[in-house]
């Protein structure tokens, strides 16, 4: 009970290392920029799956994997060395399609890239740098 009669804590529209709660509307390289090097425990992400919903743009599968590469390192110049990130990404199959029309639809061209990417973006956070 007496938690509920604690007054609402403030949401913050920008970063800021005191802030409790942020919510940013915008553009995610604009609010990453805003924080400084190694300084977030936890980033909990689902970036757009490019499958063409009415939410999102889909681009060519270059494209889309060249944007989360500079999204993932960013994410990766802010954590923590002891931070986690958690990065849930879609992925589509269309299974009556042979594998290499798949591939070319963006389906199994996308998991593989990333995994792939992932790997070399985040290298085992136990540098010195």
Same mark, same amino acid.
């Given at each position: 009970m007496e938690l509920l009669l604690q007054p609402p804590k403030p949401i913050e529209d920008r970063f800021r290392l005191d802030a *409790?709660?942020? @919510?940013?509307?915008?553009?995610?390289?604009?609010?990453?920029?805003?924080?400084?090097?190694?300084?977030v425990t936890l980033i909990i992400t689902s970036p757009p799956y490019n499958l063409g919903k009415e939410y999102e743009n889909r681009v060519a599968? *270059?494209?889309? @994997?060249?944007a989360q590469a500079e999204v993932i390192a960013q994410l990766y110049r802010v954590l923590r060395e002891d931070g986690s990130i958690c990065w849930q990404v879609g992925n589509f199959v269309t299974t009556y399609l042979p594998a290499s029309l798949r591939a070319a639809e963006g389906g199994e061209a996308i998991s593989r890239p990333v995994g792939r990417l992932l790997?070399?973006?985040?290298?085992?956070?136990?540098?010195?740098?």
């Open positions: *409790e709660i942020v @919510l940013f509307h915008g553009d995610v390289s604009e609010f990453l920029a805003q924080i400084p090097d190694r300084s599968i *270059e494209q889309y @994997l060249q790997r070399r973006l985040l290298p085992p956070r136990n540098d010195s740098g």
